[in-house]
């Protein structure tokens, strides 16, 4: 892996080396400053390929390399929650957060739990709550909801063992109000894995503070929808570039919006 953005400190970071988890761990630490009471910083992980696909088939497994899933289990490892849409808990097969070792001293002197919490966005609460997400997670599981969501559903969650907290007025989760929700629980480092159509929704709603994009240097055709989908936003919203670390012709982009700079 090298560091092509900022500009390298030295030659060495340029050298193609492996980077350790601690050493990508200080890369993408959350902003020191401790966000506002209620307030959060919310950071999106996705991966697409050279034209544009979220995923192969239905997965993103397909286009993503060991370094990706390295990335992806720093950024968990630094996450107080995971936040992610009730479709791609059902695609991808979510199971829990699990603790490791090697962001354990670091999570413990920030305050957090030994694993993120994984917060599932969802209107109709159409999940199996028999799935050890639910039954047998180390940190209990989350159901974002709204407040008109199905009595039964909701009622079959929390005897799962999840909790539920509304998020919205109607039946439907409003994305404008999830940061805070679980700010006020004490999560205010979020991370969002998607699918395309929840980044789509945080996007639009104006939360969205930080894009991890990994672009992997494959083509896949078909008809895989980008990484944010929905209505187009009114104004497209300006992010500036962050960082940029590369190997084996992955790309692994950072992107901050303008308005938290």
């Known amino acids: 892996m090298r560091r092509l953005f900022p500009s390298p400190l030295s030659p060495a970071d340029l ?17 020191d400053a401790p966000p506002a009471q209620g307030a959060a910083w919310l950071r999106a992980n996705m991966v697409s390929s050279l034209d544009g696909a979220a995923h192969h088939e239905g997965r993103s497994q397909p286009l993503s390399s060991d370094a990706d899933m390295r990335i992806f289990g720093t950024l968990r490892g630094l996450a107080d929650a995971v936040v992610v849409g009730a479709e791609t808990v059902r695609q991808e097969g979510y199971r829990p957060a699990r603790a490791r070792e090697a962001f354990a001293a670091r999570r413990a002197a920030l ?12 209107a109709g609460l159409g999940l199996d709550f028999s799935l050890p997400l639910f039954t047998s997670p180390l940190v209990p599981t989350i159901v974002l909801t709204g407040a008109v969501a199905p ?22 989760v409003d994305p404008a109000l999830v940061p805070r929700a679980l700010a006020e629980r004490g999560l205010s480092r979020l991370l969002t894995e998607g699918g395309p159509r929840l980044l789509g929704q945080f996007a639009a709603a104006g939360v969205l503070d930080e894009m991890c994009l990994s672009l992997a240097p494959v083509m896949a055709a078909g008809s895989a929808p980008r990484i944010a989908a929905g209505p187009p936003l ?28």
């Open 15 to 31: 050298d193609d080396r492996e980077w350790g988890l601690d050493e990508l761990a200080d890369f993408y630490a959350y902003p």
């Open 111 to 122: 305050g957090q739990g030994p694993a993120p919490v994984i917060a599932v966005v969802s």
């Open 151 to 172: 009595a039964d559903r909701v009622a079959e969650a929390r005897a799962a063992g999840a909790e539920v907290v509304v998020a919205g007025e109607g039946r439907g």
């Open 234 to 261: 009114e104004v497209p919203e300006r992010f500036a570039l962050g960082s940029v670390l590369e190997e084996n012709g992955f790309l692994f982009t950072r992107y901050i919006r303008h308005q938290r700079l």
